[in-house]
């Protein structure tokens, strides 16, 4: 019982988290926060990455993140659209150059 609760509230939690994103990256689109002053170099890394994942047209860092909830960022990516990732200059990649799991979360 105990860990399924735990498992609902990771989960809340990472909806949350996805949700705070989204409406960040829908602010910085209308132009209201700032962008990461390199986020097309950023961008294009992740281009090139081989945890992108193309879907409807829009690359993801792995797998959408409604499409795989319950993940490891440094296995799977964290789920979110690469371009709105590169864009904010909060948001950091989930590997470090060894493709190992970045020092920041
Ligand atoms: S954020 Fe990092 S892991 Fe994710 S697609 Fe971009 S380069 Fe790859």
Same mark, same amino acid.
């Given at each position: 019982m105990?860990? $399924?609760w735990g498992c609902c509230q990771s989960a809340f939690a990472a909806f949350s988290k996805a949700a705070a994103k989204a409406a960040s990256a829908r602010l910085r689109n209308m132009g209201v926060v700032r962008l990461a002053h390199n986020w097309s =170099? &950023? =961008? *294009?890394?992740? *281009? &090139?990455c081989p945890l992108r994942v193309l879907h409807a047209n829009v690359s993801y860092c792995g797998r959408p993140f409604l499409r795989l909830i319950d993940r490891d960022p440094t296995i799977d990516?964290?789920?979110?659209p $690469? &371009?709105?990732k590169a864009k904010s200059p909060d948001e950091?990649?989930?590997l470090d150059t060894h493709h190992e799991a970045g020092a920041r979360r």
């Open positions: 105990m860990s $399924t =170099a &950023r =961008a *294009e890394i992740c *281009e &090139r990516g964290c789920g979110c $690469t &371009r709105d950091h990649c989930p």
